[in-house]
Nanobody, 119 residues
Framework: QVHLVESGGGLVQAGESLRLSCAAS????????MGWYRQAPGKQRELVATITSGGTTGYADSVKGRFTISRDNAKNTVYLQMNSLKPDDTAVYYC?????????????WGQGTQVTVSP
């Protein structure tokens, strides 16, 4: 079975930075796209950033210029560097990965990590 575990969330003040990590483990043959999503209370889950196995990135307009997604393929880990954090960034952040396990591609989710930004 494949598991994704996020870490690095916490409580910070506006303008500060956090770095999130998400490590995939289990029966993994290959990982294609990895990404970060977030969900605030009462809101829908939204895409924050994605990165392909080749390093192509994409960002939501709300975080462009402030957040950077990266990955370490040898460690099956994706990162999200978050700078200049705003109160509107407060949410539970989830990582996602498209994983080849056995002969089947499947999308997996982590349990989420809380990011709280105080004014």
């Amino acid at each position: 079975q494949v598991h994704l575990v996020e870490s690095g969330g916490g409580l910070v003040q506006a303008g500060e930075s956090l770095r999130l990590s998400c490590a995939a483990s289990g029966r993994i043959f290959s990982i294609n796209t990895m990404g970060w999503y977030r969900q605030a209370p009462g809101k829908q889950r939204e895409l924050v950033a994605t990165i392909t196995s080749g390093g192509t990135t994409g960002y939501a307009d709300s975080v462009k210029g402030r957040f950077t997604i990266s990955r370490d393929n040898a460690k099956n880990t994706v990162y999200l560097q978050m700078n200049s954090l705003k109160p509107d960034d407060t949410a539970v952040y989830y990582c996602n990965a498209d994983v080849l396990s056995g002969s089947r591609w499947r999308s997996y989710w982590g349990q989420g990590t809380q990011v709280t930004v105080s004014p």
